[in-house]
Structure formats: structure tokens, C-alpha cells
Nanobody, 127 residues
């Protein structure tokens, strides 16, 4: 079992930055592909970014490319999401997720492929 806890959310003005963290316990993160997802009020949870367990392979939804950066530090059992140039449409609850991965370069953009989820952290961007 992997327990995930997000932190770093908050209220920021449009154009500002926030850095989210996802701390894991229970198992070492080095065996898991990881992802960030978000859910705005009245909308389905959507993929934001993903990273493989090794070799740093990443993927992003088009709307955040060039503004968000996903990274991980397996030694610290932590994943990060640096969010720059934030827009009001980025407002949502952000969730981190993990899935066991045999391949070191595997990652997924689908919520159904992730087994472990954090409780979420609220990000609000004011205009």
C-alpha cells in the first residue's frame, strides 16, 4: 500500500506560481509511475501531467505545456508539480496518483490506470 499526501495548494493571482508536492509513505516511490490530475467543480477529473518511475519520461495535457513542470525525487519519496503563469481556468482540486510500473519508462494519462490517490489540494487562481 502507498499513502499519498499532497501539499502546496492555495490562492494565487493570475500569472502567479505555485509548487505542489506529493509525499509518499508505505512503499518506495521508485517502483511507481506517478501522475497529477485535477477536478474543477462540476467537471470530471482530468489528467494534468505524468512521469515515469525512472529516466524522467513525462507527459502533459496541452493546456499546461510550457507552464507546468512535473518532477520527482525518489530518494525523498516525493513528486512535485511546479505551476507557473497560472490562469483562472487552472482552478481545481489537484490530486496526485501512483501506479506500480514494471517498465522504468511507463507512465499513463488515464485515471483508471492509477491505483493510489491522495486526498487532493485546492488551487484557486483569481483573475
Amino acid at each position: 500500500q502507498v499513502q499519498l499526501v499532497e501539499s502546496g495548494g492555495g490562492l494565487v493571482q493570475a500569472g502567479g506560481s505555485l509548487s505542489l508536492s506529493c509525499a509518499a509513505s508505505g512503499r518506495t516511490l521508485s517502483s511507481y509511475a506517478m501522475g497529477w490530475f485535477r477536478q474543477a467543480p462540476g467537471k470530471e477529473r482530468e489528467f494534468v501531467a505524468a512521469i515515469s518511475r525512472s529516466f524522467g519520461k513525462t507527459a502533459y495535457i496541452d493546456s499546461v505545456k510550457g507552464r507546468f513542470t512535473i518532477s520527482r525525487d525518489n530518494a525523498k519519496n516525493t513528486m512535485y508539480l511546479q505551476m507557473n503563469s497560472l490562469k483562472p481556468e487552472d482552478t481545481a482540486v489537484y490530486y496526485c496518483a501512483a501506479t506500480a510500473a514494471y517498465s522504468p519508462t511507463y507512465y499513463s494519462t488515464y485515471t483508471s490506470n492509477y491505483n493510489y490517490w491522495g486526498q487532493g489540494t485546492q488551487v484557486t487562481v483569481s483573475s
